[in-house]
């Protein structure tokens, strides 16, 4: 299974970017999936989430500016993000949980990350 996560680029404060992240390989299903972003310095932190019937979850720092979302039969994801600051400026990694009936496993995977940088 692989993540393959696109979209980053170098954006001005105020504009906006949408990131995308499309899982291919044995997949069955994927239950969780998610955004993280780890800034120079700092831990990886959750952005947000969203569960297979999407429900969702946000970091307190980007609600109200970022949407995620999914589209099922493209196993991917995606994360719309709006009103942006220079402290949103990360690589950006998603991940997918994944279940396979083929291979009778479920695990984790990520992303390569994709570099968001915001200018002020």
């Known amino acids: 299974v692989q993540l393959q996560a696109s979209g980053g680029g170098l954006v001005q404060a105020g504009g906006s970017l949408r990131l995308s992240c499309a899982a291919s390989?044995?997949?069955?299903?994927?239950?969780?999936m998610g955004w993280y972003r780890q800034a120079p310095g700092k831990q990886r932190e959750l952005v947000a989430s969203?569960?297979?019937?999407?429900?969702?979850n946000y970091a307190d720092s980007v609600k109200d500016r970022f949407s995620i979302s999914r589209d099922n039969t493209k196993n991917t994801v995606y994360l719309q993000m709006n009103s942006l600051k220079p402290e949103d400026s990360a690589v950006y990694y998603c991940?997918?949980?994944?279940?396979?009936?083929?291979?009778?496993?479920?695990?984790?995977?990520w992303g390569q990350g994709t570099q968001l940088t915001v200018s002020s």
């Open positions: 390989g044995r997949i069955s299903g994927i239950n969780d």
């Open positions: 969203i569960s297979r019937l999407s429900s969702t």
């Open positions: 991940n997918a949980d994944v279940f396979s009936f083929l291979t009778g496993s479920r695990r984790v995977y």
